[in-house]
C-alpha cells in the first residue's frame, strides 16, 4: 500500500492539491470509469520523475436536496478519505444563493478537511453561450473585463458569507480562458493558484 508524503507549502497557507502518489501501469486510482461517471474528473499530472507529482481536480460539486450532497459526490468523498489521498472540488458560486445553511455547513467542514480543498469554479459556469455578434463565449472567455471580475468576485463573497470559506485556488468552467481573465484575477488578492492558467499571471499556474 503506498505512503503519501508530506505536502509541501509551495502555494498558500494549507495546499492541499499537491501530492505524490505511486503510479503503476495495474494501479487504477478511484475505479477508472466508474467515477468518471460521476464527476468532471480530472487527473493533472506534474513533469518529475516518479512517483508522480498529481492533482485530483473533481469540478461541479453541488446541493441535493435530499442528501445535502449527491450520492456520487459522498461515495467519492468517502474514497478520498478512506484511502488518505486529497482532492480539489470545484463550487459554482451560484449554487450559494438559497442554499440552506446544512449545504454551506457540510463545504465548510470539508475545507477544514485536510484531505479536500474548495475551489472557485466560477459563478454561472456558462459554456458554449453565443453572443449578439454570433461569437461563442465561455464564463471567462471572449467576455469583458467587468463581467469576468464581478463573477470572481461575486463566487468570493459568496463562499465567505454562506459557508467561511476564503477560495484560493481558481479554475474556470471548461478551462475556457483568455486573456482578460489574467488581468481579472489580479485583482483578486484572495486567489493565489490557478488550475490551468496561463504562465504571465502572477498566480501559481497549475
Not at 475545507?111 to 459554456?127: C, P, Q, R, T
Not at 459557508?163 to 478551462?175: E, K, S, V
Request: with cysteine.
Amino acid at each position: 500500500e503506498h505512503k503519501k508524503e508530506p505536502i509541501r507549502p509551495i502555494y498558500h497557507k494549507r495546499p492541499r492539491l499537491v501530492q505524490r502518489l505511486d503510479i503503476t501501469p495495474n494501479r487504477h486510482y478511484f475505479q477508472g470509469a466508474h467515477i468518471e461517471a460521476f464527476f468532471t474528473f480530472t487527473f493533472l499530472l506534474l513533469p518529475n520523475p516518479m512517483p508522480q507529482t498529481i492533482i485530483l481536480k473533481a469540478d461541479d460539486i453541488r446541493y441535493d436536496p435530499e442528501h445535502i450532497l449527491p450520492v456520487r459526490w459522498q461515495t467519492f468523498i468517502t474514497y478520498i478519505t478512506e484511502q488518505n489521498i486529497n482532492a480539489g472540488l470545484g463550487l459554482i458560486g451560484n449554487s450559494l444563493e438559497g442554499a440552506p445553511s446544512r449545504y454551506c455547513k457540510r463545504l465548510n467542514q470539508l475545507h477544514n478537511n485536510k484531505h479536500f480543498e474548495i475551489w472557485h469554479h466560477g459563478y454561472d459556469h456558462v459554456l458554449k453561450g453565443t453572443n449578439d455578434k454570433g461569437d461563442i463565449y465561455h464564463e471567462f472567455f471572449n467576455t469583458p473585463f467587468a463581467h469576468q471580475l464581478d463573477h470572481l468576485q461575486k463566487t468570493q463573497a459568496l463562499a465567505k458569507e454562506k459557508a467561511n470559506i476564503i477560495l484560493r485556488t481558481f479554475g474556470a468552467p471548461g478551462n475556457g480562458i483568455d486573456d482578460t481573465t489574467t488581468e481579472a484575477l489580479a485583482q483578486v488578492p484572495e486567489l493565489k493558484v490557478w488550475l490551468y492558467g496561463k504562465n504571465e499571471s502572477p498566480l501559481y499556474n497549475l
